[in-house]
């Protein structure tokens, strides 16, 4: 069965860096689109950035462009978010997320992913 299991938040002061893990099994990763939402307390669960299965498009939520990056590893089964700059509204818990073969049109919806990893904790102190 298809696995996600994130890594890699923690606490951070704002200017600083993480770099989130999502390391998949149970899937033909290369054949999955693979994307971040993140949750803050009180508010709706939302897209931050995904990454095509064919891993030629990427897709960002506007307040995270130029500052998060994310890319693929399928040798490794693998998907990094990387995070400059952080603020303090990036404090949420991130989830990684997955889709066989989803359409690039389709990366930023919610309701188009099958799959969603248990979620790890970044904070984000101001």
């Known amino acids: 069965q298809v696995q996600l299991v994130e890594s890699g938040g923690g606490l951070v002061q704002a200017g600083g860096s993480l770099r989130l893990s999502c390391a998949a099994s149970?899937?033909?990763?290369?054949?999955?689109?693979i994307g971040w939402f993140r949750q803050a307390p009180g508010k709706e669960r939302e897209f931050v950035a995904a990454i095509g299965w064919s891993g030629s498009r990427t897709v960002y939520l506007d307040s995270v462009k130029g500052r998060f990056t994310i890319s693929r590893d399928n040798a490794k089964n693998t998907v990094y978010l990387q995070m400059n700059n952080l603020k303090s509204e990036d404090t949420a818990v991130y989830y990684c997320?997955?889709?066989?073969?989803?359409?690039?049109?389709?990366?930023?919806?919610?309701?188009?992913?099958?799959?969603w990893g248990q979620g790890t904790q970044v904070t984000v102190s101001s």
């Open positions: 997320v997955a889709d066989f073969r989803l359409h690039d049109y389709n990366l930023a919806q919610k309701g188009a992913y099958d799959y």
């Open positions: 149970g899937m033909p990763f290369s054949e999955y689109a």
